[in-house]
């Protein structure tokens, strides 16, 4: 009876310890968050820089978060954006980013670009602090391999060069750089 008390007291304390920085006011929140939180979070205002699709007829696409939120089914977190794109016209609509973050290293972005009601998957793969990332692209009606650099709005070359020379290693393709000429100035407008 004295040895499960032991036990017992022993498990207790190790469970208290454990929960301490927390009890002493530090901050737990911080470690709690997930990568998809955080891209959430640092990822407010961005556009699609470069692809390894040779002649993508996607130009300009800039996304702009307007809330966050969590699915009350999955608990998983989702930001809503207004996404503004180019392929010839300036086209908009509003879009839900779900980040998947129960799978490794950053989780899954399903966001739909151009076909609203096609379901786009992206897996993060790569990420450069606050001014971009590389996601891997697969699609539910077409095999896909290709990549694209999403850099924060305001971030700079230099910034985002680490996605672009990631992007060239992963996938051994040439890039195709979207956002170059002056029509990309309306798309940001939108903004």
């Known amino acids: 009876m004295q040895m499960n008390r032991c036990i017992h007291l022993t498990i207790g304390l190790f469970v208290v310890a454990l929960k301490l920085p927390c009890l002493a006011g530090q901050d737990c929140e911080k470690e709690a968050k997930t990568e998809a939180q955080e891209l959430l979070q640092t ?4 556009t699609l820089v470069a692809m ?5 007829k996607i130009q300009c696409v800039v996304f702009e978060q307007t809330y ?12 809503r954006y207004n996404v503004t794109y180019m392929d ?51 699609s539910e009606w077409k095999n896909g391999g290709n990549y694209y650099v999403i850099k924060s ?35 940001e407008e939108g903004c």
């Open 88 to 138: 010839g016209t300036v086209k908009r609509h509003t879009e839900a980013v779900v980040f998947l973050s129960t799978l490794k290293p950053y989780g899954r972005i399903y966001s739909a670009i151009t076909h609203p009601n096609k379901k786009w998957q992206f897996t993060p793969i790569f990420r450069n602090e606050g001014s971009c990332f590389l996601l891997k692209y697969r």
């Open 153 to 187: 709005l305001d971030a700079g070359k230099d910034d985002y060069e680490p996605c672009i020379e990631k992007m060239k290693e992963c996938s051994g393709k040439n890039v195709t750089y979207v956002n170059e000429g002056e029509n990309c100035g309306k798309a």
């Open 52 to 56: 390894t699709e040779p002649e993508g």
């Open 68 to 79: 966050v939120d969590r699915n009350e089914l999955s608990k998983l977190p989702y930001g």
């Open 43 to 46: 990822f407010k205002f961005f």
